[in-house]
Protein backbone atom coordinates (compact mmCIF):
# COMPACT_ATOMS: atom_id res chain seq x y z
CA UNK A 1 0.00 0.00 0.00
CA UNK A 2 1.27 3.50 -0.72
CA UNK A 3 1.02 6.41 2.11
CA UNK A 4 -1.46 9.28 1.29
CA UNK A 5 0.44 12.37 -0.29
CA UNK A 6 0.99 14.86 2.35
CA UNK A 7 -1.62 18.04 1.40
CA UNK A 8 0.19 21.26 2.35
CA UNK A 9 -1.90 24.21 3.91
CA UNK A 10 -2.49 26.95 1.96
CA UNK A 11 -2.28 29.36 4.19
CA UNK A 12 1.74 29.88 3.36
CA UNK A 13 0.33 31.21 -0.24
CA UNK A 14 -2.58 33.32 0.63
CA UNK A 15 -0.49 35.43 2.85
CA UNK A 16 2.52 35.68 0.47
CA UNK A 17 0.08 36.52 -2.38
CA UNK A 18 -1.75 39.20 0.19
CA UNK A 19 1.64 40.09 0.89
CA UNK A 20 2.89 40.43 -2.55
CA UNK A 21 0.16 42.61 -3.72
CA UNK A 22 -0.24 44.97 -0.64
CA UNK A 23 3.06 45.84 -0.86
CA UNK A 24 2.66 46.63 -4.76
CA UNK A 25 -0.42 48.53 -4.45
CA UNK A 26 1.97 50.91 -2.54
CA UNK A 27 4.41 50.69 -4.74
CA UNK A 28 1.89 51.85 -7.07
CA UNK A 29 0.92 54.64 -4.83
CA UNK A 30 4.39 56.26 -4.87
CA UNK A 31 4.20 55.54 -8.65
CA UNK A 32 1.33 57.69 -9.02
CA UNK A 33 1.89 60.45 -6.97
CA UNK A 34 5.69 60.99 -8.75
CA UNK A 35 4.13 61.10 -12.11
CA UNK A 36 1.25 62.94 -11.39
CA UNK A 37 1.33 66.75 -11.70
CA UNK A 38 -1.49 68.58 -9.56
CA UNK A 39 -3.55 71.06 -11.05
CA UNK A 40 -3.52 74.48 -9.29
CA UNK A 41 -6.93 76.36 -8.34
CA UNK A 42 -7.12 79.82 -6.77
CA UNK A 43 -9.09 80.42 -3.44
CA UNK A 44 -11.98 82.73 -3.59
CA UNK A 45 -13.88 83.82 -1.05
CA UNK A 46 -12.63 80.69 1.27
CA UNK A 47 -13.51 78.17 -1.23
CA UNK A 48 -10.81 76.41 -3.91
CA UNK A 49 -12.11 76.74 -8.13
CA UNK A 50 -10.05 74.36 -10.53
CA UNK A 51 -7.58 76.99 -12.84
CA UNK A 52 -8.25 76.35 -15.65
CA UNK A 53 -11.66 74.65 -14.74
CA UNK A 54 -12.32 71.39 -16.95
CA UNK A 55 -12.79 67.67 -16.96
CA UNK A 56 -9.78 67.19 -18.60
CA UNK A 57 -7.35 68.72 -15.87
CA UNK A 58 -9.67 67.02 -13.49
CA UNK A 59 -9.82 63.70 -14.89
CA UNK A 60 -5.75 63.08 -15.31
CA UNK A 61 -5.14 61.66 -11.94
CA UNK A 62 -8.34 59.08 -12.35
CA UNK A 63 -6.86 58.10 -15.99
CA UNK A 64 -2.91 58.02 -14.55
CA UNK A 65 -4.35 55.56 -11.53
CA UNK A 66 -6.25 52.94 -14.11
CA UNK A 67 -2.88 53.34 -16.59
CA UNK A 68 -0.73 52.17 -13.77
CA UNK A 69 -3.28 50.14 -11.55
CA UNK A 70 -4.41 47.86 -14.88
CA UNK A 71 -0.61 46.48 -15.76
CA UNK A 72 0.22 46.30 -11.77
CA UNK A 73 -2.48 43.97 -11.25
CA UNK A 74 -1.77 41.91 -14.33
CA UNK A 75 2.07 41.37 -13.65
CA UNK A 76 1.28 40.63 -9.62
CA UNK A 77 -1.18 37.89 -10.56
CA UNK A 78 0.87 36.34 -13.29
CA UNK A 79 3.68 35.99 -10.45
CA UNK A 80 0.82 34.58 -8.11
CA UNK A 81 -0.82 32.10 -10.62
CA UNK A 82 3.22 30.67 -12.01
CA UNK A 83 3.10 29.18 -8.38
CA UNK A 84 0.91 25.60 -9.06
CA UNK A 85 -1.13 24.14 -6.18
CA UNK A 86 -3.84 25.33 -4.54
CA UNK A 87 -5.19 27.42 -7.01
CA UNK A 88 -8.32 27.99 -5.53
CA UNK A 89 -7.31 29.66 -2.61
CA UNK A 90 -5.03 31.48 -5.08
CA UNK A 91 -8.16 32.91 -7.27
CA UNK A 92 -9.47 34.06 -3.83
CA UNK A 93 -6.24 35.60 -2.17
CA UNK A 94 -5.62 37.22 -5.45
CA UNK A 95 -9.23 39.00 -5.73
CA UNK A 96 -8.57 40.24 -1.96
CA UNK A 97 -5.42 41.07 -2.64
CA UNK A 98 -6.46 43.16 -5.38
CA UNK A 99 -8.68 45.06 -3.89
CA UNK A 100 -6.68 45.85 -1.10
CA UNK A 101 -3.88 46.67 -3.35
CA UNK A 102 -6.23 48.95 -5.09
CA UNK A 103 -7.28 50.85 -2.00
CA UNK A 104 -3.41 51.16 -1.08
CA UNK A 105 -2.33 52.60 -4.40
CA UNK A 106 -4.89 55.02 -3.70
CA UNK A 107 -4.14 55.88 0.25
CA UNK A 108 -0.48 55.89 0.02
CA UNK A 109 -1.22 58.30 -3.39
CA UNK A 110 -3.40 60.42 -1.41
CA UNK A 111 -1.28 60.97 1.51
CA UNK A 112 2.01 61.25 -0.39
CA UNK A 113 0.02 64.33 -2.31
CA UNK A 114 -1.13 67.87 -1.36
CA UNK A 115 -3.43 68.54 1.18
CA UNK A 116 -7.03 68.71 0.73
CA UNK A 117 -7.29 72.57 -1.59
CA UNK A 118 -10.89 73.38 0.18
CA UNK A 119 -9.79 73.21 3.51
CA UNK A 120 -6.68 75.18 2.38
CA UNK A 121 -8.42 77.70 1.08
CA UNK A 122 -10.76 78.34 3.85
CA UNK A 123 -8.08 81.06 5.68
CA UNK A 124 -6.64 82.19 2.58
CA UNK A 125 -7.20 85.64 0.38
CA UNK A 126 -8.88 86.02 -2.69
CA UNK A 127 -6.76 84.91 -5.92
CA UNK A 128 -4.58 82.60 -3.90
CA UNK A 129 -2.95 79.55 -5.78
CA UNK A 130 -2.95 76.36 -4.25
CA UNK A 131 -2.53 72.87 -5.65
CA UNK A 132 -5.15 70.42 -6.25
CA UNK A 133 -4.90 66.94 -4.32
CA UNK A 134 -4.80 63.67 -5.35
CA UNK A 135 -8.30 61.89 -5.87
CA UNK A 136 -10.18 59.57 -7.84
CA UNK A 137 -13.00 62.15 -9.16
CA UNK A 138 -13.52 65.62 -9.64
CA UNK A 139 -12.15 68.26 -6.97
CA UNK A 140 -15.58 69.27 -6.38
CA UNK A 141 -16.57 70.59 -3.19
CA UNK A 142 -18.43 67.61 -0.81
CA UNK A 143 -17.03 64.95 -2.78
CA UNK A 144 -15.55 61.89 -1.27
CA UNK A 145 -12.30 61.63 -2.90
CA UNK A 146 -11.73 57.93 -3.24
CA UNK A 147 -15.55 57.03 -4.31
CA UNK A 148 -14.42 55.94 -8.14
CA UNK A 149 -14.80 52.87 -10.13
CA UNK A 150 -11.05 53.51 -11.02
CA UNK A 151 -10.53 51.19 -8.38
CA UNK A 152 -11.63 48.53 -9.87
CA UNK A 153 -8.42 48.81 -12.64
CA UNK A 154 -6.31 46.66 -10.78
CA UNK A 155 -9.12 44.09 -9.67
CA UNK A 156 -10.02 43.78 -13.36
CA UNK A 157 -5.81 43.37 -14.05
CA UNK A 158 -5.13 40.79 -11.26
CA UNK A 159 -8.39 39.04 -12.84
CA UNK A 160 -7.37 38.93 -16.30
CA UNK A 161 -3.37 38.24 -15.70
CA UNK A 162 -4.36 35.09 -13.21
CA UNK A 163 -7.09 33.58 -16.01
CA UNK A 164 -4.45 34.24 -18.33
CA UNK A 165 -1.83 32.40 -16.36
CA UNK A 166 -4.11 29.53 -16.17
CA UNK A 167 -5.22 28.86 -19.66
CA UNK A 168 -1.86 30.06 -21.07
CA UNK A 169 0.13 28.52 -18.99
CA UNK A 170 2.63 25.56 -19.46
CA UNK A 171 -0.85 23.08 -18.43
CA UNK A 172 -2.99 24.92 -20.28
CA UNK A 173 -2.31 24.54 -24.54
CA UNK A 174 -0.24 21.25 -23.72
CA UNK A 175 -1.17 18.30 -25.83
CA UNK A 176 -1.87 15.33 -24.18
CA UNK A 177 -1.32 11.70 -25.80
CA UNK A 178 -4.39 9.74 -26.85
CA UNK A 179 -5.63 6.21 -26.41
Known sequence: MSEPAVRSSPLPRVLSVLVLFVAGGAAGGVLWERLWQAPTGLAYQGTWYLEPAGPDVSFEAIALFVVIAFPLGL????????????????LVSVLVGAGLA????YAVGHALGPGDPQALAAGQPDYTPLPGDLGLNAPDQGRVPWHSSALVAL???????LVGTYLLGSRGFVRRPRG
Do not use: I, K, Q
Not at 75 to 90: C, F, I, N, P, Y
Open 75 to 90: VLAVLAGMWRGHESAT
Open 102 to 105: AFAM
Open 155 to 161: PAGAMTG
